[in-house]
């Protein structure tokens, strides 16, 4: 499968725990995006990453979130201390090209379920 | 005001039914447009990207109106397997950077029955 590839497909934490959601690009794309959709509501941007580069997290919360995309594996988002309101669906998309005329490509997206 | 508006339906059409969706944007420095589907809240797919003189993919056909600010998604001859979740999605050219960033409007739900 040379998609987006997302893992875990579905985590569940306890409260104060440590999320860690991992993001492959499909080949050849070097520009990352994650997204998250909250229950009952649409997907909104979280932050924009090309490879060991963050250009764009204007979408993240300032605290306990932190996104990378290293030179060798995937792209990773970081919660940490979870909290209830975290629960949701995080998607990642990927493209070749940083610009808007390029269609982004979704990964199956992991969900997160916090007790 | 949401920087891109759907109706949220549901729409509920018989089989063989034409069905229009409308979006509204509110930042005219917009620079492109796409109409994804989302089934059962799984990812988004890329359904067609919009141009400003208007396309057509098999039974879909899109539409463009800057002036309005305004996108449509047209489909005819309506299949069970259309039912899903339609979302008008925006790029917004941020102070002359255009990379990509997504904005997505709430979707609107297609439901087609027998």
């Known amino acids: 499968n040379a998609g987006v590839m997302q893992n875990p497909r579905h985590l569940v934490r306890r409260r104060g725990q440590e999320a860690r959601l991992r993001c492959s690009p499909m080949?050849?794309?070097?520009?990352v995006y994650w997204y998250r959709q909250l229950p009952e509501e649409g997907l909104k941007f979280m932050v924009y990453l090309q490879k060991e580069n963050i250009i764009d997290e204007s979408g993240m919360p300032k605290e306990r979130f932190s996104a990378e995309f290293p030179k060798e594996g995937p792209s990773i988002l970081r919660i940490q201390q979870v909290v209830r309101g975290d629960s949701a669906a995080y998607f990642c998309?990927?493209?070749?090209?940083?610009?808007?005329?390029?269609?982004?490509?979704f990964g199956d997206g992991t969900r997160l379920s916090i007790l | 005001r949401k920087e891109v508006e759907q109706d949220p339906g549901p729409f509920n059409v018989p089989e063989g039914a034409t069905v229009a969706f409308n979006c509204t944007y509110s930042n005219s420095a917009s620079q492109s447009f796409f109409w994804y589907r989302q089934d059962c809240r799984k990812e988004p797919k890329l359904l067609m990207s919009v141009y400003s003189s208007g396309n057509e993919d098999g039974r879909f056909t899109a539409q463009l109106n800057r002036a309005s600010q305004y996108i449509s998604l047209l489909i005819r001859d309506s299949k069970l397997s259309d039912s899903a979740t339609y979302l008008c999605?925006?790029?917004?050219?941020?102070?002359?950077?255009?990379?990509?960033?997504?904005?997505f409007g709430q979707g609107t739900i297609l439901t087609v029955h027998p």
């Open positions: 999605v925006v790029n917004i050219d941020a102070g002359g950077t255009s990379y990509g960033k997504l904005t």
């Open positions: 080949k050849g794309h070097s520009h």
């Open positions: 998309a990927s493209s070749p090209l940083g610009t808007d005329y390029q269609p982004q490509h």
